[in-house]
């Protein structure tokens, strides 16, 4: 995975690419601009069942515009086809707008800084491997530890984990392109969030704006308790989109 630094984590973002964004609509589905290209992704596990890399699985074809079911009921999944209606959706937004930084938590090693806002864990767990990413973090002076800290914190696809360079304080981020990806759980036999990469827009159904950031991920089962954002729920209800390839 190719990497990239950030001048200062308290620089605004702009998007990649003009028109994309994406919109939660009220107790309804998520409204995507802008072409945005839309494809599986699917968490591999090695022998002790710790998540290691990513595959990428179907594609879909490329639409202007199209609405993702967030209720995890919709008969035609990952779209839209109006069951939030018939089902009396609550998709009410509790999640705060507060800047990742305000939320997360500081864990200083001797050459990297992670930082941890723990409320948008998605459990993907590629932070597990090698004792933790934290472990990791606090032995950065050894060379692989460093450069494993690294690479966990950039494939956790929530954003949740940012890593950064102790001396320079340049933030490290994955180098990801304008894109969204439904992620697929095999080891948990569960299909989990939207992933949003590369700076996309996100607007809630109020007409706020969250936080631009390179990494976010959704909820798509519908049961998170920090809506509109992954908080690992689908592990726990056994949320499947009916892909049999993947969970059969």
């Known amino acids: 995975m190719a990497f990239k630094s950030e001048d200062s984590k308290d620089a605004a973002v702009a998007p990649k690419k003009p028109g994309v964004k994406v919109t939660v ?38 639409q202007e515009q199209y609405a993702l079911c967030r209720c995890g009921k919709s008969g035609s999944k990952p779209f839209c086809d109006g069951t939030h209606e018939k089902i009396r959706f609550n998709g009410a937004e509790t999640a705060t707008t507060a800047p ?36 990791l973090t606090q032995r950065s002076d050894d ?3 460093k450069k494993q800290a690294v690479q966990e914190a950039c494939d956790c696809p929530s954003g949740r984990l940012v890593i950064a360079d102790r001396k320079t304080g340049q933030v490290i981020e994955p180098d990801l392109e304008p894109s969204i990806s439904l992620i697929e759980d095999p080891q948990k036999k569960a ?41 690992g729920t689908h592990c726990l209800n056994g949320f499947d989109d009916g892909d049999e390839s993947i969970h059969s």
């Open 143 to 145: 060379p692989g530890a």
């Open 191 to 231: 299909s989990g969030p939207i992933w949003l990469k590369g700076n996309i827009p996100l607007e809630s159904s109020y007409g706020t704006s969250y936080e631009t950031r390179n990494r976010v991920t959704l909820c798509r089962c519908g049961g998170s308790y920090n809506k509109p954002f992954c908080d």
């Open 25 to 62: 609509t009220k107790n309804g589905p998520y409204l995507v601009s802008g072409k945005l290209p839309l494809k599986k992704e699917i968490i591999v596990s090695d022998n002790e069942d710790e998540s290691v890399a990513w595959r990428e699985g179907e594609t879909y074809p490329d």
């Open 100 to 135: 990742y930084y305000k939320q997360a938590t500081a864990f200083d090693g001797p050459e990297l800084v992670l930082t941890d806002a723990q409320k948008l864990c998605a459990a993907a767990r590629f932070c597990h491997p090698g004792g933790g990413v934290w472990q």
